[in-house]
């Protein structure tokens, strides 16, 4: 399998972002190993950080959404016209990179 290794790099870095978030914030929830594969692309995050059930399914969330840009090079996502972010998702990955990078990918 073939890893776009471009993908594979921001994938990495928000599931930091993510787990950071999660370790601090969410410290009496039941957590998971996060594991993810998306096939189209592909990306893969095997055995990552243990992260609770609301964090797991928002760094899937940001994870597809970068992989799914179709902006080359991808920009600052409040300036994009495609408003994939215009959702709850964007509003916890905006707490989350508030806290854990605010010079991510998503806000530079
Ligand atoms: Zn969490």
């Known amino acids: 399998m073939m890893i776009n ?10 599931e930091k972002f993510v787990s950071l978030y999660c370790r601090s ?3 009496d929830r039941e957590k998971e190993s996060f ?3 998306y096939q189209r692309v592909p990306v ?3 055995g990552g ?17 970068r992989v799914l840009c179709p ?11 495609q408003n994939c972010f215009r959702s709850e998702h964007w509003k916890s990955l905006e707490e989350v990179m508030k806290y854990s990078g605010p010079r991510s ?4």
């Open 5 to 14: 290794s471009e993908f594979q790099a921001d994938a990495d870095k928000l």
């Open 25 to 27: 914030h969410h410290k």
């Open 35 to 37: 594991d993810f594969l």
């Open 44 to 46: 893969r995050i095997e």
């Open 49 to 65: 950080s243990e992260l609770c059930a609301e964090c797991s399914k928002l760094l899937k969330y940001a994870i597809i959404m």
């Open 71 to 81: 902006l080359d090079p991808k920009p600052r996502c409040r300036k994009c016209p």
């Open 105 to 108: 990918i998503f806000l530079k």
